[in-house]
């Protein structure tokens, strides 16, 4: 396990945060509304809340744990056109 620099952790959490927005902006309303259920027709059933995301977010830290992610280039911010 390497030491991790502060400019890494900010390019690691950047890219972490912006995997989870990109999937949050699939799922919302033409008014922007998060939409948290669906019938078989794509009707809206209801709404997600701040204690949805929460959970959402705990489940996407859980499953993207696994993924074998090109570590390095995102430490070095050159995942997303990050160049900082």
Known sequence: MSKLK????KNIIRFIYEEYIDGIEENTDEEDNIVGFTD????????????????????????????????????EGKIHGWNK
């Open 6 to 9: 502060f400019s890494e952790v």
């Open 40 to 75: 078989e027709e794509g009707n809206v059933l209801g709404y997600k809340d701040e204690n949805d995301l929460v959970e959402d977010f705990k489940l996407f830290i859980e499953i993207y744990k696994d993924y074998d992610f090109d570590w390095e280039h995102i430490k």
